[in-house]
C-alpha cells in the first residue's frame, strides 16, 4: 500500500495531493501535525530528516521526500494521464512554468509569510535549523507576489492552462501558489482577469477541492 503523509493546511503536500487524485493512484494518508510540531519528533524524522512534507512510501519501498521526486515517480509509474508533456516542446514548456511558479510565486509567499509571522520567529525556512527571520524578505517578497500575478495573467492570455493544451503540474503547481498567497491577503483581482478566468474553471476539477 503507498502511504503518502500529508498536512491539510499545507501548500506542498497540497501539489501532490492533486497530483494523486487526478493520476487515480490509490493511496492511505497519515496526517502529520506540523502546527504541533509532529515533523520534528525521532518517529517522522527516521522517515525524513528533512522534517518536511510530503512524503510518499510506494509499495516497492522508495521513500519520496519532495514534490519532485513524487512528480517524477507518479509520471513514470502512472503516466496516464500526462501530467509533464508528452512531446518535447510540451515537456520543456511545463518543466520551464512549474518551475517558475515556485520560484516566482511559492517561494515569493513563502517569504512573505515566513519572515514576519510572530509564531515563524528563528523559523523562517522549513526543515531541521533553525533561521532568523529577515523583514526586509517579506516585504520583497509581497513585491514578487504581486509582480508574479501579473506575469501569470499576462501568460494565460487565450490559453486553457498555464503551459500546455492540457491540465499539467504547471497548473497544479499555480493553483497552490495562488490559492496560497490569500494567507499574506494577496489576491488576484479585476487587474487580473486571465487568471481569475483560469482559476474559476479549474474550480470544477474534483482534485482541486482536496
Given at each position: 500500500m503507498i502511504i503518502f503523509y500529508d498536512c491539510a493546511t499545507a501548500p506542498s503536500p497540497r501539489r501532490a495531493r492533486i497530483l494523486l487524485a487526478e493520476k487515480g493512484i490509490p493511496?492511505?494518508?497519515v496526517q502529520v501535525d506540523l502546527r504541533g510540531g509532529e515533523q520534528f519528533g525521532a518517529v517522522f524524522r527516521a522517515l525524513n530528516p528533512l522534517c518536511t512534507?510530503?512524503?510518499?512510501?510506494?509499495?516497492d519501498?522508495?521513500?519520496?521526500?519532495?514534490?519532485?521526486?513524487?512528480?517524477?515517480w507518479a509520471e513514470a509509474a502512472y503516466p496516464q494521464p500526462p501530467l509533464l508533456g508528452?512531446?518535447?516542446?510540451?515537456?520543456?514548456?511545463?518543466?520551464?512554468?512549474?518551475?517558475?511558479?515556485e520560484f516566482e510565486g511559492l517561494l515569493a509567499v513563502a517569504e512573505a509569510l515566513r519572515n514576519?509571522?510572530?509564531?515563524?520567529?528563528?523559523?523562517?525556512?522549513?526543515?531541521?535549523?533553525d533561521y532568523a527571520q529577515i523583514p526586509a524578505l517579506a516585504e520583497r517578497g509581497l513585491a514578487r507576489?504581486?509582480?508574479?500575478?501579473?506575469?501569470?495573467?499576462r501568460q494565460l492570455e487565450g490559453r486553457e492552462f498555464v503551459a500546455a493544451d492540457r491540465f499539467s503540474v504547471a497548473d497544479i503547481t499555480a493553483v497552490v501558489a495562488v490559492d496560497f498567497a490569500r494567507i499574506v491577503k494577496v489576491q488576484p483581482d479585476a487587474r487580473h482577469p486571465e487568471l481569475l478566468r483560469w482559476r474559476s474553471a479549474l474550480a470544477s476539477r474534483p482534485s482541486l477541492a482536496l
Open positions: 493511496h492511505r494518508t512534507v510530503p512524503v510518499l512510501c510506494t509499495d519501498g522508495l521513500v519520496l521526500r519532495d514534490n519532485a521526486a513524487i512528480i517524477a508528452t512531446t518535447p516542446a510540451e515537456k520543456a514548456a511545463i518543466a520551464s512554468w512549474n518551475w517558475r511558479v514576519r509571522t510572530p509564531a515563524m520567529a528563528g523559523r523562517a525556512l522549513p526543515g531541521p535549523v507576489l504581486q509582480q508574479f500575478l501579473v506575469d501569470l495573467d
